[in-house]
């Protein structure tokens, strides 16, 4: 199984799309950031958990799932930084490899002590990029693709079938 865990506010801060929205409402951000990340998880079938810390939205501790997403917001006092490491120890074991993404070098450095692997923003930005490149690819193909007859017709047949149908 593989892992991917999100510093979402890290990542938001590094993709132009993201930091755009970011700066008309942090909101819009986070919840484009989880559509991505849930068409990342649908075509990948990586388990995918983003954390969010409370330095934008203060309260309690959260855990939704929105569109197969692990969505977790720290509590008050607590960084992103300490969830995802905490993360990391909960569920890296021998069947499971853990990605994070993240650009802070300080975390890369702790996460790589743990036995995880790291994906900086470019490189996860880079990986979507190209997933979408092949599903458009996989979506052209299918397009121009002849729908198959559900039932298998001789070709003869078929010729006769045309002939009948333009009045000859």
């Not at 929205?21 to 559509?35: N, T, V, W």
């Not at 959260?62 to 969830?83: G, H, L, P, R």
Request: aromatic share 8%; charged share 35%.
């Amino acid at each position: 199984m593989v892992v991917l865990i999100v510093d979402g506010y890290n990542i938001i801060g590094a993709w132009p799309e993201l930091e755009y929205l970011k700066e008309k409402d942090i909101g819009q951000a986070r919840d484009r950031l989880i559509e991505l990340l849930a068409e990342y998880q649908a075509f990948t079938g990586d388990r995918v958990i983003i954390v969010f810390d409370a330095y934008y939205v203060r309260g309690l501790e959260s855990k939704q799932e929105q569109f197969k997403v692990e969505v977790i917001y720290t509590k008050e006092k607590e960084t992103a930084d300490e969830c995802i490491e905490k993360l990391v120890r909960k569920v890296k074991n021998v069947e499971t490899q853990v990605y994070v993404a993240t650009s802070d070098y300080a975390e890369q450095r702790t996460i790589f002590g743990q036995g995880a692997l790291r994906k900086s923003a470019r490189e996860l930005q880079i990986e979507m990029d190209d997933m979408n490149q092949e599903i458009r690819i996989n979506l052209e193909v299918h397009q121009k693709e002849k729908p198959a007859a559900k039932i298998p017709i001789d070709h003869d047949l078929l010729k006769r079938f045309e002939e009948m149908r333009r009045g000859k």
